[in-house]
């Protein structure tokens, strides 16, 4: 048998459309994704905006990273959910003036239920600012993030 090692890096490629002034169409892999405005600003409001985007990408980034270490350090998980709150300075997009971080707070509530042990909950909340590659861009772009987490046992 032969085994396949993964690559360390990859290339990521997306093709993306400008369906209108505010929606733009995006081809990932064999998937259709949408990224608009609201109404109110002249879009159809038929996916998240752009910034609304990044945050989704990072709740999603939250769960599948915390299951992979959970799945690598024997922690189970019964239920997670990412609530995310994001201070957004929109200067920059409203072409006031330059916003050199245009995140300057990101709060995450992480709401975990699990039958692990202690020692296993706080390894996988110190790897997860370790592995997630969300959560690093943003840290390394100047955002403090805010990581609360509520752990319920079973």
Do not use: Y
Not at 137 to 149: D, F
């Amino acid at each position: 048998m032969i085994a396949v090692t993964p690559k360390s890096v990859v290339t990521q490629k997306l093709s993306a459309r400008a369906a209108t002034h505010t929606r733009t169409e995006v081809s990932v892999r064999d998937l259709n994704v949408v990224v608009d405005e609201p109404a109110a600003r002249g879009g159809t409001n038929r996916g998240a905006t752009p910034t609304e985007t990044l945050m989704v990408a990072l709740a999603g980034c939250i769960n599948v990273v915390s299951h992979r270490i959970a799945g690598a350090i024997g922690l189970g998980i019964d239920d997670l959910s990412v609530d995310v709150a994001a201070r957004f300075d929109r200067r920059g997009v409203m072409m006031e003036e330059a916003v050199r971080v245009p995140f300057p707070q990101v709060d995450v509530e992480i709401r975990l239920t699990t039958g692990g042990d202690d020692a296993l909950v706080e390894r996988l909340k110190t790897d997860l600012g370790k592995f997630c590659p969300l959560s690093t861009v943003l840290r390394q772009s100047g955002t403090q993030l805010n990581e609360t987490w509520h752990v319920t046992k079973t």
